[in-house]
């Protein structure tokens, strides 16, 4: 059984960081996708950012305010910086194991306060 486990969220003031973490539980290699999605309040869920491979790629809003590394093939962490109210939301932690084996985390919220 696959688990994404997420930590770090919290409550900031703006221009504030926040370090996420995201630990799967299960067999996973660096060649498989993670990544993180963020939520605010509707049906909406966001890429902040994905790797696979060695590459990450980001959102277009992310502008060099977050960064995803991945410390072993099952332990990926999303450093954000710079934080703004708008950045207010539920982070999710995402594996792509293959075989459309996609898993999702349960969620970290993250509070920006102005």
């Known amino acids: 059984q696959v688990q994404l486990v997420e930590s770090g969220g919290g409550v900031v003031q703006a221009g504030g960081s926040l370090r996420l973490s995201c630990v799967v539980s299960g067999t996973i290699s660096t060649s498989n996708a993670m990544g993180w999605y963020r939520q605010a309040p509707g049906p909406q869920r966001d890429l902040v950012g994905i790797t696979a491979g060695g590459r990450i790629d980001y959102a277009d809003f992310v502008k060099s305010r977050f960064a995803i590394s991945r410390e072993r093939a099952n332990t990926m962490y999303l450093q954000m910086n710079s934080l703004k109210p708008e950045d207010t939301a539920v982070y999710y932690c995402?594996?792509?194991?293959?075989?459309?084996?996609?898993?999702w985390g349960q969620g970290t919220q993250v509070t920006v306060s102005s």
């Open positions: 995402y594996a792509n194991l293959g075989w459309s084996q996609e898993y």
